[in-house]
């Protein structure tokens, strides 16, 4: 009995890998990564509008995630586009393993670029700048 708890437990254990996960599913099963990911977004001007509905509508093209180490600590890189327009509206997003910390890099052919998150040195470089 006491392994079949113990199974089911593991079972239901989030994955702990921080590389090949996809945003949207990663947004609709991490509360602390869908809080982040709004709370960076929320109310700011320059946010392109497929980036600002994300949570509830993915609507976009999502690459699966990198690990990247940042200042020795695991984090995780998701790449997202709007559909149909991957040259001209892109976004990094940078998290904390746990998800409670994130970053993001917004490159928009009419809005330009934008930082959100007030990401340190090893971070922008983790974002491509």
């Not at 709004?38 to 609507?59: C, D, E, H, S, Y």
């Amino acid at each position: 009995m006491a392994m079949l708890v113990a199974t089911s437990a593991n079972a239901q254990a989030p994955d702990a890998s921080l590389s090949g996960n996809f945003l949207p599913a990663v947004l609709a099963a991490s509360e602390p990564h869908r809080e982040s990911l709004q709370a960076l977004i929320k109310g700011k001007p320059g946010t392109p509008f497929w980036l600002r509905n994300m949570v509830r509508q993915p609507r976009y093209v999502a690459l699966a995630s990198k690990k990247v180490d940042v200042a020795g600590k695991p984090m995780q890189l998701f790449e997202a586009c709007e559909a149909k327009r991957c040259d001209d509206s892109r976004v990094r997003v940078l998290y904390s393993a746990d998800g409670k910390r994130a970053v993001l890099r917004i490159s928009d052919s009419k809005l330009g670029e934008k930082l959100f998150g007030e990401p340190s040195i090893g971070e922008l470089r983790a974002l491509g700048l």
